[in-house]
């Protein structure tokens, strides 16, 4: 295990591992309630937490729409400005809700009964039928422990412990929870990521980020949660880009988007023979989530969630040079050099850390802390973007659903030049 460490990371990798393995672990005391979780064709009432974020509030609006009440979990002062934010979130996306469906609670995952009073939070208890946890901090440039009550570890690892607890209480609730494919790491012996919840044994080799690492403690969590008798359905999603319907892309939101934007404005693009990265546009990873996980006869367990193909450098610069912007490839050095003393309005200059070269087979590449390259990506014979035979299983229909990745590439472009 590689974790970027910084001086509040534990100073040894022995340290470290202790760590994760007690965060790894429920409380010996926790059990499920006594009345069984209800089927999906019998919900009435979800918990959505992580509501105003990326996917959060796309959720919220399929769920509404499908005609869910939603309980959104919101950190807030006060219920007047919580439902100010949220409607500016859901006109910037613009996205709608069934507002009638629509329910706000202030409160906070990483706190203990989900920061509410004991009252509320039992009533809640007895009313929600499932919970949908997207809340995480998602700052892959810091290490695991980094930040105190605001770190990764605290925020995503302690706020699922409370969201499973939450889940065990009073009548069982499903779980279908946001992973990320960065939480795999092991192979099949045909080079796909495995499509289980990490073993016992499994101690996260290779997983190299903070929030990697976050990711990677949630599922082994999740792996308990399903021990003591909680569904999980734990969907890994790829790079999650924008709205394929409207092209909307938040920029600050995106680290691919922005290396994709810097490319265009130096015209060049890195040699760096990386593998590509699955990307698919939230509305369309909103609903293959919940096609399955409303589906009474849907498997329950880790779903990879990738498009069929990946978006490599070379469909980059085709789908760029049909919007006339000629590019070229030149060495990884000569690129950085040009996006990082160039560029005036520099999307990455905050990340120029993330792109430190290396030396791999005698030519400069970025070094492996490059956000959005997966701790397996140096494996030769990894597989990112092939449709699982579970994916396939439990929705026969998900080809249909997918959208080629030029296509996604060309909205988002088309929309972004229409803008500027």
């Given at each position: 295990?590689?974790?970027?460490?910084?001086?509040?990371?534990?100073?040894?990798?022995?340290?470290?591992?202790?760590?994760?393995?007690?965060?790894?672990?429920?409380?010996?005391?926790?059990?499920?309630?006594?009345?069984?979780?209800?089927?999906?064709?019998?919900?009435r009432k979800i918990l959505l937490t992580g509501a105003s974020g990326h996917m959060g509030i796309h959720f919220l609006s399929d769920l509404t729409h499908r005609g869910f009440d939603v309980y959104c979990l919101v950190r807030g002062e006060n219920y007047i400005e919580v439902e100010k934010r949220m409607k500016k979130i859901l006109k910037t996306y613009e996205l709608t809700v069934t507002s009638e469906r629509f329910h706000l609670i202030l409160g906070d995952v990483s706190k203990e009964r989900l920061g509410l009073v004991e009252t509320e939070y039992e009533a809640l208890t007895m009313e929600i039928d499932s919970i949908v946890h997207c809340a995480a901090r998602t700052n892959h440039m810091e290490g695991y422990v980094e930040g105190g009550d605001g770190s990764l570890r605290v925020q995503n690892v302690f706020?699922?412990?409370?969201?499973?607890?939450?889940?065990?209480?009073?009548?069982?609730?499903?779980?279908?929870?946001?992973?990320?494919?960065?939480?795999?790491?092991?192979?099949?012996?045909?080079?796909?990521?495995?499509?289980?919840?990490?073993?016992?044994?499994?101690?996260?080799?290779?997983i190299k980020s903070g929030y990697s690492l976050s990711k990677f403690v949630c599922e082994k969590l999740l792996a308990a949660a399903t021990e003591i008798g909680i569904p999980v359905t734990a969907f890994r999603y790829s790079a999650i880009w924008g709205n394929s319907v409207t092209g909307h892309m938040p920029l600050n939101k995106n680290h691919g988007w922005s290396l994709l934007l810097s490319c265009i404005r130096v015209k060049m693009f890195p040699e760096w023979g990386y593998n590509g990265i699955p990307i698919m546009p939230v509305d369309v990873a909103i609903k293959i989530s919940t096609q399955i996980f409303l589906n009474d006869d849907a498997e329950t367990g880790v779903y990879n969630l990738t498009n069929k193909e990946e978006a490599t450098e070379k469909i980059f610069e085709d789908v760029v040079q049909e919007f006339g912007i000629e590019t070229k490839f030149v060495p990884y050095g000569e690129w950085k050099r040009?996006?990082?003393?160039?560029?005036?309005?520099?999307?990455?200059?905050?990340?120029?850390?993330?792109?430190e070269e290396t030396e791999v087979e005698g030519r400069d590449v970025p070094s492996a802390r490059l956000i959005g390259l997966h701790p397996l990506v140096r494996t030769e014979n990894v597989e990112f973007a092939e449709l699982s035979e579970k994916l396939k299983r439990n929705l026969p229909t998900v080809e249909s659903i997918l959208i080629p990745t030029t296509e996604v590439i060309r909205r988002h472009l088309a929309r972004y030049f229409n803008q500027s």
């Open positions: 295990m590689n974790n970027l460490m910084n001086d509040s990371e534990p100073k040894s990798l022995a340290t470290l591992t202790h760590l994760l393995i007690e965060d790894s672990k429920l409380p010996p005391a926790m059990v499920i309630g006594d009345i069984k979780p209800f089927k999906p064709s019998q919900w706020g699922l412990r409370n969201i499973i607890q939450f889940a065990a209480d009073y009548r069982t609730k499903p779980i279908i929870h946001a992973s990320s494919l960065l939480a795999g790491n092991q192979l099949t012996s045909s080079g796909h990521l495995i499509e289980e919840f990490p073993t016992i044994d499994n101690i996260g080799d290779d040009a996006v990082f003393e160039t560029v005036d309005e520099n999307l990455l200059a905050p990340l120029l850390f993330l792109y």
